[in-house]
Nanobody, 123 residues
Framework: QVQLVESGGGLVQTGGSLRLSCAASGRSFSIYTMGWFRQAPGKEREFVAIIRWSSGSTIHADSVKGRFTISRDSAKNTVYLQMNSLKPEDTAVYYC????????????????WGQGTQVTVSS
């Protein structure tokens, strides 16, 4: 089992920045991909960014490209999401996820999920 704990959410004004963190514990050596997803009220969960744990390769959703950056610190078993130039439409609960063997932007391919952290961007 892998446990994921997110932190770093909060309330920020339009144009502001936040950094989310997700610490993995347990059988974290079994992780192949980690990702950030988000879900706004009344909407489906959507892909934000993913990172391959071994190589650091990344994919970002078009909606966040150039504003958000996913990264990882292997020594700390932690993945980050740096969010800059935040917009009201970025308001959502952000979830960290880990996959044992998939390299995918589909939420259904992920085996472990954190509890989520709220990000609210005021206009």
């Amino acid at each position: 089992q892998v446990q994921l704990v997110e932190s770093g959410g909060g309330l920020v004004q339009t144009g502001g920045s936040l950094r989310l963190s997700c610490a993995a514990s347990g059988r974290s050596f079994s992780i192949y991909t980690m990702g950030w997803f988000r879900q706004a009220p009344g909407k489906e969960r959507e892909f934000v960014a993913i990172i391959r744990w071994s190589s650091g390769s990344t994919i970002h959703a078009d909606s966040v490209k150039g504003r958000f950056t996913i990264s990882r610190d292997s020594a700390k078993n932690t993945v980050y999401l740096q969010m800059n130039s935040l917009k009201p439409e970025d308001t959502a609960v952000y979830y960290c996820a880990a996959a044992r063997s998939s390299w995918s932007i589909e939420a259904g391919e992920y085996d472990y999920w954190g509890q989520g952290t709220q990000v609210t961007v005021s206009s």
